[in-house]
């Protein structure tokens, strides 16, 4: 299970709520250059979905969505559910969590600049872990039940 997260870190994301509503998409479409020089993972993902910039778009809701519930988990538990399911059906695995993160948190330096602070970054790697231990807990599930564990 993931460690709980800090009241200092939970506000510290919150309080990046409006930069991620102003900046999300430039943020998901940077991570998604980053995440993408590998070809392996690339192929784990829609292209299309990536051509026409849905799936940067979807992810920055996502990431919006989380960080305007980090201390509520259960109000986006339906969506976290829904992403657990479409990652298991895509093959996504935990040894793929690591990649993203590294990708996500230089894409906040990149599009924000000094803006994301190391305060700021260190949360934000505190608040992914987080969230990526409670999915790769469900895929892991969705995983058994496919038999594919």
């Not at 998409?25 to 299309?48: G, S």
């Not at 559910?81 to 895509?90: F, G, L, Q, Y």
């Not at 970054?121 to 608040?127: C, E, K, N, V």
């Amino acid at each position: 299970m993931s460690e709980p997260l800090t009241p200092q870190t939970i506000a510290i994301i919150k309080s990046t709520a409006p930069a991620l509503q102003k900046h999300g998409v430039e943020i998901t479409t940077r991570m998604y250059e980053r995440l993408f020089v590998d070809p392996q993972i690339k192929a784990l993902f829609d292209d299309a979905a990536q051509k026409s910039g849905e799936q940067p778009k979807r992810l920055a809701a996502a990431i919006l969505a989380f960080a305007n519930n980090v201390d509520r988990l259960d109000v986006i538990q339906g969506a976290v559910d829904n992403i657990c399911s479409r990652h298991v059906a895509t093959h996504v695995k935990a040894e793929h969590y690591p990649a993203v993160a590294n990708a996500l948190l230089p894409a906040i330096k990149d599009v924000l600049g000094e803006a994301a602070t190391d305060d700021i970054l260190q949360a934000w790697g505190q608040a992914y872990w987080y969230l990526a231990n409670v999915m790769i807990e469900r895929e892991k599930a969705l995983y058994g039940e496919a038999g594919e564990a």
